[in-house]
T-cell receptor
Framework: NAGVMQNPRHLVRRRGQEARLRCSPMKGHSHVYWYRQLPEEGLKFMVY????????ESGMPKERFSAEFPKEGPSILRIQQVVRGDSAAYFCASSPFRQGREQFFGPGTRLTVL | EDQVTQSPEALRLQEGESSSLNCSYT??????LFWYRQDPGKGPEFLFTLYSAGEEKEKERLKATLTKKESFLHITAPKPEDSATYLC????????????FGKGTKLTVNP
C-alpha cells in the first residue's frame, strides 16, 4: 500500500545542467500533478497529467521546463539549463479518476542549484 | 483571479489551549476545499475535503467547517505533536483539477 514515491529526494545541480525528477503515483491513480514550493512561499501548481496526456500546463514556465507521464513508468519533470532561481522543493501528487477529489502528495524532491 | 488567504501566519498555543485557523477564499465557483498538514521537510498530508457550505468534518482533535467565503480548522486541546504547518487549498469550478494553495499557518504547541 505504498504512497506516492518521488526520487531523488535531494538533487544538487550546477547552473546550466539538467535536472530530472521522477514520480510514481499511488496504485490505481491515473492523475499526476506537479507543484513547486519556493522558500517562504506557498505551493504553486505547475502541471497536470494523465497517462500520455498533458491536461493543464498553465503553471509551467514557458522555457526550460517540461513534463511527461508515459504509458509505462513514472512521471518525469525535466528542467533544462537550471538556474539558481530553480532551487526549490518539487512535489508530486496523485489522485484517482474522480473529479474534485483529494490529491495525495509525495515526500518531494529538494533541488539545489549551485 | 482565484485566491486563498490563511490567517494567522503563525500561532503559538499552550498544550490544551484550543483555537481556530482561518482560510478565506475567492474563487470562480468552488468545487472543493482541502486541508493539509505539512511537517518540515515532508510532503503535505491530506486531512479533510469539504464541498458545500455548512459541511463539517472531524478527525481526532481537528474539526473543519466551511461557509460560502471561508473555512475554519478548529483544534481542540492540542498536543505538541499537532505542531506543523496547516495548508488550505481550493479547486475552482470550470478548470482543471489543480489546487490553489494558501501560504499556510505555522502552528506551534508548547508542552
Amino acid at each position: 500500500n505504498a504512497g506516492v514515491m518521488q526520487n531523488p529526494r535531494h538533487l544538487v545541480r550546477r547552473r546550466g545542467q539538467e535536472a530530472r525528477l521522477r514520480c510514481s503515483p499511488m496504485k490505481g491513480h491515473s492523475h499526476v500533478y506537479w507543484y513547486r514550493q519556493l522558500p517562504e512561499e506557498g505551493l504553486k501548481f505547475m502541471v497536470y497529467l494523465q497517462k500520455e496526456n498533458i491536461i493543464d500546463e498553465s503553471g509551467m514556465p514557458k522555457e526550460r521546463f517540461s513534463a511527461e507521464f508515459p504509458k509505462e513508468g513514472p512521471s518525469i519533470l525535466r528542467i533544462q539549463q537550471v538556474v539558481r532561481g530553480d532551487s526549490a522543493a518539487y512535489f508530486c501528487a496523485s489522485s484517482p479518476f474522480r473529479q474534485g477529489r483529494e490529491q495525495f502528495f509525495g515526500p518531494g524532491t529538494r533541488l539545489t542549484v549551485l | 483571479e482565484d485566491q486563498v488567504t490563511q490567517s494567522p501566519e503563525a500561532l503559538r498555543l499552550q498544550e490544551g489551549e484550543s483555537s481556530s485557523l482561518n482560510c478565506s477564499y475567492t474563487v470562480s465557483g468552488l468545487r472543493g476545499l482541502f486541508w493539509y498538514r505539512q511537517d518540515p521537510g515532508k510532503g503535505p498530508e491530506f486531512l479533510f475535503t469539504l464541498y458545500s457550505a455548512g459541511e463539517e468534518k472531524e478527525k481526532e482533535r481537528l474539526k473543519a467547517t466551511l461557509t460560502k467565503k471561508e473555512s475554519f480548522l478548529h483544534i481542540t486541546a492540542p498536543k505538541p505533536e499537532d505542531s506543523a504547518t496547516y495548508l488550505c487549498a481550493v479547486t475552482p469550478q470550470g478548470g482543471s483539477e489543480k489546487l490553489v494553495f494558501g501560504k499556510g499557518t505555522k502552528l506551534t504547541v508548547n508542552p
